[in-house]
């Protein structure tokens, strides 16, 4: 079976463009969460969806930055207009968490780290 | 704000030697995770603990859960050069679905 699915796995752009990460999770998930991890701050939650609906943003850095679920098969991550200090590896996890029972394992994908000139 | 925090930050050990990692916290958590994450890669699941002094074994790993269920401990019997990687824990509250890190125990087994 497939697992999270990221892309692109590494992207390098210069300050002032937009970056756009995008993530498939897990068939029959019923969460997703978007995750930066850098050596300095270590692995920060930036927004979660539960059935396609964003549950908690308040991870999310400021305005520049804004995360979309279209569907229970796609979310997307978007930086506009990118900084130096936006450089990290960002990760996308999904899982399965019955309501109102503990939460379920994550499944992380293998990252996208972003290098912003 | 719930916080993790996780000690030491780094430990650098022989082959055969045991380890212990410590995730600590003033909040409750409803469940707790530990993650294992090797370069490249994500974090990988490695057991959930849920009640208040349970104890899980994996192999050569002991997982404990504090009795206030703040706290928790991974033990490494013998450890080994395939247990090098970044061990992090995870609170989970059970008012939804978000989950906590620590920011991580790097463990380095030299052979």
């Known amino acids: 079976d497939a697992g999270v699915i990221q892309s692109p796995r590494h992207e390098v752009t210069e300050m002032g463009q937009e970056v756009t990460l995008r993530c498939k999770p897990i068939?029959?998930?019923?969460?997703l969460f978007w995750y930066r991890q850098t050596m300095m701050r270590g692995l920060e939650l930036l927004i979660y969806?539960?059935?396609?609906?964003?549950?908690?943003d308040s991870g999310m850095p400021e305005d520049r930055f804004s995360a979309k679920m279209p569907n229970a098969s796609f979310s997307t991550l978007k930086i506009q207009p990118s900084e130096p200090r936006d450089s990290a590896v960002y990760f996308c996890?999904?899982?399965?968490?019955?309501?109102?029972?503990?939460?379920?394992?994550?499944?992380f994908g293998e990252g996208s780290r972003l290098t912003v000139l | 704000t719930q916080l993790l925090e996780q000690s030491p930050q780094f430990l650098s050990i022989q082959e055969g030697e045991n380890l212990t990692v410590y995730c600590n916290s003033s909040?409750?958590?409803?469940?707790l995770q530990w993650y294992r994450q090797e370069p490249g890669e994500g974090p990988v699941l490695l057991v959930t603990?849920?009640?208040?002094?349970e104890v899980k074994k994996l192999k050569r790993l002991t997982f404990q859960f504090g009795d206030a269920r703040k706290d928790s401990s991974l033990h490494i019997t013998a450890a080994q050069p395939g247990d090098t990687g970044l061990y992090l824990c995870?609170?989970?509250?059970?008012?939804?679905?978000?989950?906590?890190f620590g920011g991580g125990t790097r463990v380095l087994v030299k052979p």
């Open positions: 996890a999904s899982s399965w968490s019955p309501p109102g029972q503990y939460t379920g394992e994550l499944f």
């Open positions: 068939s029959g998930h019923n969460s």
């Open positions: 969806f539960n059935n396609n609906v964003p549950i908690d």
């Open positions: 909040s409750v958590f409803s469940s």
């Open positions: 603990v849920v009640t208040g002094g």
């Open positions: 995870a609170g989970g509250t059970a008012a939804g679905n978000k989950l906590t």
